[in-house]
């Protein structure tokens, strides 16, 4: 029998234990010996549930209890998660989570750690849920170099989106209805400010590229000022809007972004919608790679987890070698990057000569009943040119990137 440690007993902490539980007997097989939780940390009672017999307060009596060799961590943010994670593997125990800010922040240096001692930090929950691409990244697409990954990783921001696109609603009403439906937390703002997503591709860029990626150095732009007029435009031109989190290899350089994208059918993640992910890499061997499913959620995330934790069973004394250097790697300036972009300004008199003077030769785009603006698409523009361009033009209404 195998004991393990179970740190927060929330949405996913309990739908680990639930998911232990439902399969004991598969897992049991695949791990080559049972799973048992021992302990769950919390500083809440539950005393209608029969995991209350379980329940500790105090991490040092699981820290302290050699029985213990796995511990699972779902407290969130980054103290003290990070403070019981290293005290963890430091006292001999391998270690799996789904706390996407610890492993963003401190990725490298546990994993070193673990290392060092011969243990495992595993943390394929954290990024796309259910989804399984940390494995894919670490192990099956080992013999490519990636030039590309560009997600859908966040459930809530597609969700809205996908609701605006399929209903014609404004972004409020959209983001009312998934709180309601509990697909965005009361402060949504991690979530629609594209904070969520950029951790998470921090993570995949790290893993692809073998070096530290910090999330605070990648541009991160959410969907707050997307509204049903840009939706309507979008419609018109056959396309959809959508966050994605990108990070992007071209020759020595690496950007990486998280903005809203005006994407057609052509695209592989042009069918990701309602609260689903959808991961595409492209290898320079293997082509493109797609990944798809639930992004988030209790039992789809719990699923990762415990995954992770028959790996971490069936590698007791042995290190799942993974490449992610704590050496930073140094972003290029998004603002060499080229893009074409979908532009709404306020229409004046002069406005098309001013466009085609600062822009040149545009795509001009027109919807039945809506006036007073004018709408183009430009050529391929740096980031750079874009916004000196925008400071010249009066009353820019909104700025969508473009791929097609």
């Excluded at 013999?143 to 404004?170: P, R, W």
């Excluded at 983001?175 to 309601?180: D, K, T």
């Excluded at 018109?236 to 972004?257: C, D, H, T, W």
């Excluded at 809506?370 to 980031?383: K, R």
């Amino acid at each position: 029998m195998i004991n393990i440690a179970v740190l927060g007993y929330g949405t996913i902490g309990s739908g680990v234990v639930e998911v232990l539980k439902t399969n004991s007997d598969s897992i049991t097989k695949r791990a080559g010996d049972s799973i048992e939780v021992k302990y769950v940390l919390d500083l809440r009672e539950f005393p209608e549930d029969p995991i209350m017999d379980k329940i500790v307060h105090d991490i040092n009596i699981i820290l302290d209890d050699p029985e213990v060799l796995i511990v699972c961590e779902h407290m969130g943010g980054v103290e003290p998660a990070y403070t019981f994670v290293k005290s963890a593997l430091l006292k001999g125990k391998s270690v799996v989570t789904s706390n996407k800010e610890l492993v963003a922040k401190h990725g490298a240096e546990l994993l070193d750690l673990a290392k060092e001692k011969g243990l495992n930090f595993l943390f394929e929950a954290s990024v796309g849920g259910g989804i399984p691409i940390i494995r894919p990244l670490n192990q099956s697409l080992t013999a490519d170099e990636i030039m590309e990954i560009t997600g859908i990783l966040n459930g809530t921001t597609n969700y809205i989106l996908s609701k605006m696109s399929e209903e014609g609603v404004d972004f409020d009403t959209a983001l009312s209805e998934a709180q309601r439906l509990g697909y965005a937390e009361r402060n949504p703002a991690a979530d629609v400010e594209g904070h969520d997503a950029c951790r998470k591709i921090a993570i995949l860029s790290s893993l692809a590229f073998g070096m530290q990626v910090d999330f605070e150095d990648i541009y991160t732009e959410g969907i707050t000022k997307v509204s049903d007029v840009d939706i309507r435009y979008a419609k018109a031109l056959n396309a959809r809007i959508k966050l994605f989190a990108s990070s992007i290899r071209e020759g020595e350089q690496v950007y990486a972004m998280v903005a809203p994208v005006m994407i057609r059918a052509n695209h592989p993640l042009y069918s990701v919608n309602n609260v689903f992910n959808g991961i595409f890499v492209k290898g320079n061997v293997i082509g493109d790679v797609m990944f798809y499913g639930s992004g988030a959620g209790k039992l789809p995330t719990a699923s990762a987890v415990v995954a992770d934790v028959v790996d971490a069973a069936k590698h007791l004394e042995k290190n799942i070698w993974t490449i992610w250097s704590s050496k930073k790697l140094e972003l290029t300036n998004v603002n060499h990057i080229q893009h074409r972009f979908f532009i709404r300004v306020k229409d004046d008199a002069k406005i098309k000569e001013q466009v085609a003077n600062l822009f040149g030769s545009v795509e001009e785009v027109k919807v039945d009943g809506i006036t007073g603006e004018y709408a183009f698409l430009t050529s391929d523009i740096t980031e750079q040119d874009l916004n000196e361009n925008k400071k010249k033009l009066s009353d820019v209404l909104s700025v969508i990137r473009v791929r097609f």
